[in-house]
């Protein structure tokens, strides 16, 4: 599954004209194109929610036939075999053979295999079609298979698996039309034939090599560019070093194409602000919604087209196929820090959002690997933490070349990179510390099948940002409008005579001051106090927090104060630069909390990880105040 769709994200409800829904589950190993496929049946209808009980998340979403007809389609995660050694393939397997309350037996299940790795998928095929459930075996890629001069007997196939095989290709969407028809129809069960028992992976194995050579199957020949590129990606010296250089470029790309956007999306808050202090004539109203919401929200609000670049070049990257092999390529540099690359794909997923990061550790077999990749995922830059490097960054680094040899990379771009880098090397030596001491335990093997190099579609990125913008603009709708309604509040209150007191005088002053002697060593006043207070709600809150204190301090009438010139005049350098590392260090994420206490059975866990990152922000930032200043 991608990056971004791991996350909780919103999605229609059935409607209530539908009625009863048949279920339909959608199945198959990974990187066969199962949720391309998801999506060109369900669009838009489509939501993503935890199993009650587990944190084994899938996709739920509509499939509408017509005349008023739709069939309800549950994703499961993908799996290689029905034999459970992970919580993946035992919810997989509770679902398929009806044995979780909390879902219906499947009325039929589409089994999703890649025509071009056929041979090997088919393992899958004997377990699933055991059931007894009516299936509809679709083998997608069907384009690559064609093209790369691949063969297949589909008739002899479907003989042989007594029911139905479709060839399709879930990119273009050509064949989804038989999908469609099997939907609609009566869904036959599979006309029984010699199948292994349900989790003898040998036998599988021995039965799908069999079934390929009645179908006369021929594996397409790899594209010769394929060949080529990997000879460049996966070379011990060359493959990190075009690793860097994709990075590099993608956040350059980032830091440099989202500026004019960013501006656009401020200015338009600007001129609504105004609009609004000019329209709404009650006073009080008018300092909420000009002073707090506009100016707290709209300075989160602001990065989003920095975020969706993010996803963007991320999505590109996972969906051609690269990704796989940056997998590959990490499993080396991981193991001399006692992990295996099985823990690289939710380390990686933890630079979109810890909380899917922290739920992706359930494919590790080995339970003190998982524990070590949950704890260290939150040191990982999510993209909550870019806003606020993005906002301190740009106030403080000039927008000049990192050097005179290498113009293209900009001193800003190189801080921002500097901070990815100082989070993964508290991760990776966190997890040193943690595999030679509490969590030491033997290495396992680390298998990885290499999907072929291919070129994302439009629709693919389009539902995947537009997920995550939606995640982006509710976040901001509920938390971050939530935290600056109450720092409004506690902004006006105590009255004094009928009237506000100066911000620092306030409620909220009063708790950033009670604050400021603690945090005074690293180069902090009281109003990054309250900035720190409310972040623990989510870290981009407080580029919300310190646009309405600024707001209020100068009032409705100044409402669009810049907050980097702000910042500017508040912090110094050495400050600046303190509050940078203590964000790429801190556990400020009270969902990331909640989910790693649900993930690992209690509060010790959470708690341990809270104290340690927390004590490393301090000193980390303790550190590089008095270095720099």
Same mark, same amino acid.
């Given at each position: 599954?991608?990056?971004?769709?791991?996350?909780?994200?919103?999605?229609?409800?059935?409607?209530?004209?539908?009625?009863?829904?048949?279920?339909?589950?959608?199945?198959?190993?990974?990187?066969?194109?199962?949720?391309?496929?998801?999506?060109?049946?369900?669009?838009?209808?489509?939501?993503?929610?935890?199993?009650?009980?587990?944190?084994?998340?899938?996709?739920?979403?509509?499939?509408?036939?017509?005349?008023?007809?739709?069939?309800?389609?549950?994703?499961?995660?993908?799996?290689?075999?029905?034999?459970?050694?992970?919580?993946?393939?035992?919810?997989?397997?509770?679902?398929?053979?009806?044995?979780?309350?909390?879902?219906?037996?499947?009325?039929?299940?589409?089994?999703?295999?890649?025509?071009?790795?056929?041979?090997?998928?088919?393992?899958?095929?004997?377990?699933?079609?055991?059931?007894?459930?009516?299936?509809?075996?679709?083998?997608?890629?069907?384009?690559?298979?064609?093209?790369?001069?691949?063969?297949?007997?589909?008739?002899?196939?479907?003989?042989?698996?007594?029911?139905?095989?479709?060839?399709?290709?879930?990119?273009?969407?050509?064949?989804?039309?038989?999908?469609?028809?099997?939907?609609?129809?009566?869904?036959?069960?599979?006309?029984?034939?010699?199948?292994?028992?349900?989790?003898?992976?040998?036998?599988?194995?021995?039965?799908?090599?069999?079934?390929?050579?009645?179908?006369?199957?021929?594996?397409?020949?790899?594209?010769?560019?394929?060949?080529?590129?990997?000879?460049?990606?996966?070379?011990?010296?060359?493959?990190?070093?075009?690793?860097?250089?994709?990075?590099?470029?993608?956040?350059?790309?980032?830091?440099?194409?989202?500026?004019?956007?960013?501006?656009?999306?401020?200015?338009?808050?600007?001129?609504?602000?105004?609009?609004?202090?000019?329209?709404?004539?009650?006073?009080?109203?008018?300092?909420?919604?000009?002073?707090?919401?506009?100016?707290?929200?709209?300075?989160?609000?602001?990065?989003?087209?920095?975020?969706?670049?993010?996803?963007?070049?991320?999505?590109?990257?996972?969906?051609?196929?690269?990704?796989?092999?940056?997998?590959?390529?990490?499993?080396?540099?991981?193991?001399?820090?006692?992990?295996?690359?099985?823990?690289?794909?939710?380390?990686?997923?933890?630079?979109?959002?810890?909380?899917?990061?922290?739920?992706?550790?359930?494919?590790?077999?080995?339970?003190?690997?998982?524990? *070590?990749?949950? %704890?260290?995922?939150?040191?990982?830059?999510?993209? $909550?933490? #870019?806003?606020? @490097?993005? +906002?301190?960054? =740009? &106030?403080?680094?000039?927008?000049?070349?990192? *050097?005179?040899? %290498?113009?293209?990379?900009?001193?800003?771009?190189? $801080?921002? #990179?500097?901070? @990815?880098? +100082?989070?993964? =090397? &508290?991760?990776?030596?966190?997890?040193?510390?943690?595999?030679?001491?509490?969590?030491?335990?033997?290495?396992?093997?680390?298998? #990885?099948?290499?999907?072929?190099?291919?070129?994302?579609?439009?629709?693919?990125?389009?539902?995947?940002?537009?997920?995550?913008?939606?995640?982006?603009?509710?976040?901001?709708?509920?938390?971050?409008?939530?935290?600056?309604?109450?720092?409004?509040?506690?902004?006006?209150?105590?009255?004094?005579?009928?009237?506000?007191?100066?911000i620092a005088d306030s409620l909220a002053g009063t708790v950033g001051r009670t604050i400021e002697p603690m945090i005074k060593p690293l180069g902090f006043n009281w109003k990054i106090g309250i900035g720190l207070i409310t972040s623990l709600a989510a870290r981009e809150v407080i580029v919300g927090t310190l646009g309405t204190i600024y707001g209020l301090e100068k009032g409705a009438?100044?409402?669009?104060?810049?907050?980097?010139?702000?910042?500017?005049?508040?912090l110094s350098l050495g400050g600046a630069i303190a509050l940078l590392v203590f964000f790429a260090f801190a556990m400020q994420c009270t969902s990331t909390i909640a989910v790693v206490r649900r993930e690992t059975g209690g509060w010790k866990w959470p708690a341990i990880q809270f104290a340690y990152m927390t004590a490393l922000a301090y000193l980390g930032a303790l550190a590089a105040?008095?270095?720099?200043?």
């Open positions: 599954m991608s990056i971004a769709q791991h996350c909780d994200t919103p999605g229609s409800e059935i409607p209530a004209s539908y009625g009863t829904l048949k279920t339909v589950v959608l199945v198959g190993p990974p990187n066969s194109g199962k949720t391309t496929l998801f999506n060109q049946l369900t669009g838009l209808h489509q939501k993503v929610a935890n199993f009650p009980g587990v944190t084994v998340d899938h996709h739920t979403g509509l499939a509408e036939l017509g005349d008023g007809r739709a069939v309800r389609i549950i994703d499961l995660p993908g799996i290689y075999s029905m034999a459970a050694r992970s919580e993946d393939e035992r919810v997989s397997y509770e679902v398929l053979t009806g044995q979780r309350a909390d879902t219906p037996k499947p009325d039929a299940i589409l089994l999703v295999l890649d025509s071009t790795n056929l041979t090997r998928h088919l393992m899958l095929a004997a377990p699933i079609l055991a059931l007894g459930t009516p299936t509809l075996v679709i083998l997608n890629m069907a384009d690559d298979l064609h093209d790369r001069s691949g063969k297949l007997d589909l008739d002899a196939l479907s003989r042989e698996l007594g029911t139905q095989v479709v060839l399709v290709a879930a990119r273009s969407g050509a064949g989804m039309e038989q999908v469609r028809d099997f939907l609609t129809s009566a869904m036959p069960a599979p006309t029984p034939v010699f199948l292994p028992v349900l989790k003898d992976v040998p036998k599988c194995r021995e039965w799908a090599g069999s079934i390929g050579l009645s179908a006369a199957y021929r594996p397409p020949i790899p594209p010769i560019w394929t060949r080529r590129l990997d000879d460049v990606f996966l070379h011990p010296v060359a493959g990190p070093a075009v690793f860097c250089l994709v990075v590099i470029a993608v956040f350059q790309t980032i830091f440099t194409a989202a500026t004019p956007l960013m501006d656009g999306v401020g200015w338009l808050f600007d001129r609504s602000g105004d609009w609004i202090a000019a329209t709404v004539t009650i006073p009080w109203l008018r300092s909420l919604l000009v002073e707090g919401i506009w100016s707290g929200v709209g300075s989160v609000v602001k990065f989003l087209p920095q975020i969706l670049l993010l996803f963007l070049f991320i999505g590109i990257l996972e969906d051609s196929g690269y990704l796989a092999r940056a997998a590959l390529i990490a499993d080396r540099t991981m193991a001399r820090f006692g992990l295996q690359g099985k823990s690289f794909i939710p380390l990686l997923s933890a630079y979109a959002c810890a909380v899917p990061a922290v739920m992706a550790t359930r494919t590790i077999e080995n339970k003190r690997d998982r524990i *070590a990749t949950i %704890l260290i995922a939150p040191f990982m830059t999510c993209s $909550a933490r #870019l806003p606020v @490097y993005t +906002l301190i960054v =740009a &106030a403080f680094i000039p927008k000049q070349p990192v *050097a005179r040899w %290498l113009p293209i990379l900009s001193a800003q771009t190189a $801080a921002i #990179l500097g901070l @990815y880098v +100082l989070g993964f =090397a &508290a991760a990776v030596i966190t997890a040193r510390v943690l595999k030679s001491s509490v969590l030491r335990s033997e290495r396992t093997s680390f298998l #990885l099948e290499m999907p072929s190099y291919r070129w994302p579609t439009f629709r693919s990125l389009g539902l995947r940002l537009l997920d995550r913008g939606k995640v982006f603009l509710i976040r901001a709708g509920t938390v971050i409008l939530a935290v600056t309604i109450v720092l409004w509040i506690m902004a006006k209150l105590p009255l004094h005579n009928g009237q506000p007191p100066k009438d100044e409402h669009s104060t810049d907050l980097q010139s702000a910042l500017h005049h508040d105040y008095h270095i720099w200043s």
